[in-house]
């Protein structure tokens, strides 16, 4: 599963099959129920339009963020700091509970709404650049798919978003040009 970060940037969906087609999953209430219930949510109702767009906007932010590091530059001041502004309205609550008689340490957000989703997102988004390694952050090799994603792959050789289903695609475009090319024959 995808990180909460991920998850957000690839809300901004488009058709790795080429079509052209896209999709604000942010729209969708069936993919935002989901992602939401995944970063915390305890809204008795889906946000509204203004709620929503700061969501787009959060993904806008961690799209440059990414891009930035991928292509070897430093994230611009101004996206950083709107990530430390939304890390800053989330005051963490520290929790110990008993589950299955183990002791469990947890940290949320008393933020509520989407401010709490925001920072859940943001959160996810920081961990990674602390503790994580930026160079797992990879973008599927369709060039139709764009999904952003974290190369978890022992040998670090992830290049697709599924293997199965843009991997083959691509794989089988490359062997019908080199037949249509007579390079297979």
């Not at 401010?115 to 997102?121: D, F, K, L, N, Q």
Request: one cysteine or more.
């Amino acid at each position: 599963m995808d990180p909460l970060w991920a998850d957000l940037i690839n809300s901004d969906w488009r058709d790795a099959l080429g079509s052209g087609r896209t999709e604000d999953r942010i729209e969708n209430d069936a993919w935002l129920g989901r992602f939401l219930a995944r970063a915390g949510w305890q809204g008795d109702r889906l946000p509204g339009s203004d709620e929503r767009e700061r969501l787009r906007k959060l993904r806008a932010v961690l799209r440059r963020m990414v891009d930035a590091i991928r292509a070897r530059r430093s994230p611009s001041h101004a996206d950083l700091a709107a990530i430390n502004r939304i890390l800053a309205r989330g005051s963490w609550l520290r929790r110990l509970d008993r589950q299955k008689g183990a002791w469990r340490l947890s940290t949320v957000s008393r933020a509520r709404g989407v401010r709490g989703v925001e920072t859940e997102v943001a959160w996810s988004f920081a961990s990674m650049l602390a503790t994580g390694d930026v160079t797992r952050i990879k973008v599927c090799a369709n060039p139709d798919c764009g999904w952003v994603m974290y190369d978890e792959s022992r040998n670090r050789t992830r290049q697709w978003c599924e293997a199965s289903e843009c991997g083959n695609l691509i794989k089988v475009r490359r062997f019908r040009e080199r037949h249509r090319s007579g390079a297979g024959r």
